[in-house]
């Protein structure tokens, strides 16, 4: 596998265990894509996921910051 500086994804998602948890996500998902279309991946799935994690192509948010930001959204509505 190809080595990928902790500080790389730290920058992006600050807990390391968040970090694995969101590639290991994308990476089933790219396999269940890939199978589903019946294609090969180029290179192994876990370095794909880990690559489309550093360049931004995954979506990814804190579980207690959305909830906030749901909360908020919520107050404004109602506040209108």
């Not at 489309?52 to 930001?69: I, M, N, Y």
């Amino acid at each position: 596998m190809t080595y990928i500086p902790r500080q790389k994804v730290t920058d992006l998602i600050p807990n390391k265990f968040e970090a694995i948890r969101v590639a290991a996500l994308e990476a089933r998902r790219l396999n269940a894509r890939a199978r589903t279309l019946d294609v090969s991946l180029p290179g192994k799935i876990t370095s794909l996921a880990v690559k489309r994690l550093l360049t931004g192509k995954v979506s990814w948010f804190d579980k207690r910051e959305r909830e906030a930001q749901l909360k908020q959204e919520a107050a404004q509505e109602q506040g209108e």
